[in-house]
């Protein structure tokens, strides 16, 4: 569950570096980015492989010297708190941008979408999404209390997250890269069987709150399935019931 955190924080992480241009990506992430997730992943593991008795608590907090403890405790804290604002940042972008392109597929009900930026496409912010992503995380943080099965309900989420993403990658390079069917084959099963792997782990901690996104999941599909159907059903309804311009020339000579 370890590996799939550190999974999850680099899935966040590049959401919200995908915001940007692709120089500021390289620069960003080879000079400051990668360094500092290999400092920060070795430096944590290191601790456990020689502290095993600890494993139990937060590796982050924990791994920090006992002789500068209290001196770097607000630091530290500080840190922890900047970084769940980045990660809470880059989820929130994510989600605005997938529920503006569901309501521009009819897929979604409409929702106030305003954009932030006259320069830079994509910088948008939808009130009432934020919303309610701010009651969701509060009735989770009430319902779970515990980040144990907080984290096992992030670590199933991005799982499935990247195996979707991997499924229509390979069609991606069928239909769009015009790439042979052996490359889509061969990329699918490589990256989608170490995804499974780490999927069926997710799986085992579905009744310690990983069955928290698939109910999300299900819910908003849910939502989704009956708007877009709706909308098809009233398209029909008012191509089949329009008023013709001969209709209307019948009606007088002027």
Known sequence: MDVLLCITGSEAMFADLGHFSYSAIQTAFTFLVYPALILAYMGQ??????????????????????????????????????????????????????????????????????????????????????????????????????????????????????LVTTCLTSLVIILYWHKPPIVALLVLLFFGSIELLYFSASLTKFTEGAWLPILLALFLMTIMFVWHYATIKKYEFDLHNKVSLEWLLELGPS
């Open 45 to 162: 593991a290191a601790f456990l492989s020689q502290h095993h008795h600890t494993s139990y608590q937060i590796s982050f907090y924990v791994s920090v010297p006992v002789y500068c403890t209290e001196s770097v405790r607000w630091p530290v804290l500080i840190i922890a708190i900047l970084a769940s604002v980045v990660g809470s940042e880059a989820i929130i972008s994510g989600t605005f941008s997938i529920i503006n392109q569901s309501q521009s597929l009819s897929c979604f009900p409409r929702v106030k979408v305003i954009h932030t930026s006259d320069k830079i496409h994509g910088q948008i912010y939808i009130p009432e999404i934020n919303w309610v992503l701010m009651i969701l995380c509060i009735a989770v943080t009430i319902g779970f209390r515990d980040t144990k099965h907080m984290g096992n309900a992030s670590g199933l989420a991005v799982m499935t997250v990247m």
